[in-house]
């Protein structure tokens, strides 16, 4: 079974830039989350979906950030413009729908630099 | 007072040796208890989890959870430097809920 695929693995940008990461979540897998992983920080929940809609978005900083699922598979994170305190580990995990749905699988993520 | 507290360490210890890693929570709501193992430059992957209270072992892994404490443990027997990563606890509410993590502890095992 293939995992959670991230790309690019690696970013650096400056600051005011802008710049896009992909997911593709483990196939049948409804549920895609994007958390941020600052150095020395556990990941910390951006934005959950289910299928192709918004469950929870309440930690995302909706002014510079923006994310999409639009036909329910593949994902899209998006900062513009890029702050330095941006810089992170962007992290895409799935997981099933159900009772199992506590078991979430996590890509390799996103390293993005802002200088 | 953050959800979920966990010590980063490092931790460092001698091969064979016996590791104990820890968190506490606040939120009683939490019903699923996970640890993920994190090697460099990796994404977390799910080592265990327990629903509840109680005890659960997997091979040289044994996780436990005392929710009237607040308090989960990743035991580690016969520790090998192959398990040389960040531990992160990880928590959720029941229903599809995205997860909390501690900070993660930084452990070496030294040859």
Same mark, same amino acid.
């Given at each position: 079974e293939a995992g959670v695929a991230q790309s690019p693995r690696y970013k650096i940008i400056e600051k005011r830039q802008s710049v896009a990461f992909w997911c593709n979540p483990i196939s049948g897998h409804a549920t895609l989350y994007w958390y941020q992983q600052i150095l020395g920080q556990g990941p910390k929940l951006l934005i959950q979906f289910q299928n192709n809609g918004?469950?929870?978005?309440?930690?995302?900083?909706?002014d510079r950030f923006s994310a999409e699922r639009l036909k329910g598979v593949d994902s899209t994170l998006k900062i513009q =413009?890029?702050?330095? %305190?941006?810089s992170a580990v962007y992290l895409c995990a799935s997981s099933l729908v159900g =009772?199992?749905?506590? %078991?979430q699988y996590f890509g390799p993520g996103t390293r993005l630099t802002v200088t | 007072q953050k959800e979920v507290e966990q010590d980063p360490g490092p931790l460092s210890v001698p091969e064979g040796a016996i590791v104990s890693l820890n968190c506490t929570y606040s939120?009683?709501?939490?019903?699923y208890f996970m640890w993920y193992r994190q090697y460099s430059r990796k994404g977390p992957e799910l080592l265990m989890y327990t629903y509840s209270s109680g005890n659960k072992e997997d091979g040289r892994f044994t996780a436990q959870v005392d929710k009237s404490s607040k308090y989960i443990s990743l035991f580690i027997r016969?520790?090998?430097?192959?398990?040389?990563a960040t531990y992160l606890c990880a928590m959720s509410r029941p229903g599809n809920t995205p997860l909390v993590f501690g900070k993660g502890t930084r452990l070496s095992v030294i040859a």
């Open positions: 918004v469950v929870d978005d309440s930690q995302l900083p909706k =413009p890029a702050k330095l %305190e941006d =009772p199992s749905s506590y %078991e | 939120n009683s709501a939490f019903q016969d520790s090998q430097p192959s398990d040389s």
